[in-house]
């Protein structure tokens, strides 16, 4: 146990490490795929297949990534579910609604690959709090279109801006 708390000091250590040039690059990122800003309706649906429900609940702290798309909504379902047979856990598809209007940057579909490659070490944990981090400095309550999908959502405080409104079991299968 105590490596890997020393291996989360670690990496908090280097993305503070890398903070300015991470927030330069993200800056970079959105500004080559126009600078864009777009309104969410209070109302507006989004989805989620993962581990949150009621074993892990939203976390501000660790954001939410979604789909905006009513046609992609189960696109990660199938990972999700083996990801939660790997671990043990249970999975789920949630519907959400935003509660109140949100500001979020629009990244164009930009892949944050060579981003995460460069200055997350090469992981995904990383980078989505590095992006975390980045909307919230920025001021915005989210990001829309990043990592090549038009449909990819970022809620920075899914805790305070979304409301469940479905939920589906996806592992372990209902009987």
Not at 7 to 16: D, G, I, P, S
């Amino acid at each position: 146990m105590r490596s890997q708390g020393l291996l989360r000091l670690a990496r908090t250590q280097l993305l503070r490490l890398q903070w300015p040039p991470a927030t330069v690059a993200i800056d970079v990122i959105w500004s080559e795929n126009g600078s864009g800003v777009i309104r969410l309706p209070k109302g507006t649906s989004l989805w989620h297949a993962g581990l949150v429900g009621p074993q892990q609940p939203l976390n501000d702290e660790r954001g939410l990534w979604l789909t905006n798309e009513s046609s992609l909504r189960h696109n990660y379902s199938e990972c999700a579910g083996q990801y939660a047979r790997q671990i043990g856990a249970a999975a789920f598809l949630r519907e959400f609604q935003t509660v109140r209007e949100l500001r979020l940057a629009d990244f164009g579909k930009a892949s944050m690959g060579n981003f995460t490659e460069k200055f997350c070490n090469a992981e995904h944990d990383l980078m989505k709090r590095a992006v975390l981090a980045w909307i919230r400095r920025r001021g915005f309550d989210g990001i829309v279109s990043i990592n090549g999908g038009a449909d990819e959502v970022v809620i920075s405080r899914p805790v305070a801006d979304l409301e469940q409104i479905a939920e589906e079991q996806l592992w372990p299968t209902p009987m």
